[in-house]
């Protein structure tokens, strides 16, 4: 049985499928995104994580980046890229700017 985890997807900018096709891409893309990186909780963290990065490089350009900052860059965008790319293929998906964005909640919000 499927868990309710803290977050969904939702598939952007892909013109000409119907809503069934398109839940089921979101679905798939959940399902590759949480056997990449090894679960909900480790989709939600890498996530919020990878936001936190980008929101102190928004604030501060200037800095160097740490190692820990790249590596959480690389594990979101890889993993998520992966599960785009995976969903594409196997849903023969060929909308050119189609994407997903994941949407996180905590349980206060829900």
């Known amino acids: 049985m499927y868990m309710q985890s803290n977050y969904n997807a939702s598939l952007q900018s892909a013109d000409g499928l119907t809503a069934t096709q398109r839940e089921s891409a979101e679905q798939k893309f959940v399902e590759v995104l949480e056997h990449a990186l090894g679960g909900a909780s480790a989709v939600r963290g890498a996530y919020v994580e990878w936001l936190a990065v980008r929101s102190l ?3 501060n350009p200037a800095d160097l980046r740490s190692s820990e900052e790249l590596q959480a860059i690389a594990r979101w965008e890889q ?6 790319r995976a969903v594409f293929r196997q849903m023969k998906i060929a909308a050119q700017n189609a994407f997903f964005e994941l949407h996180v909640w905590n349980s206060r919000t829900r």
């Open 79 to 84: 993993a998520a890229e992966h599960a785009t």
């Open 57 to 59: 490089r928004a604030e």
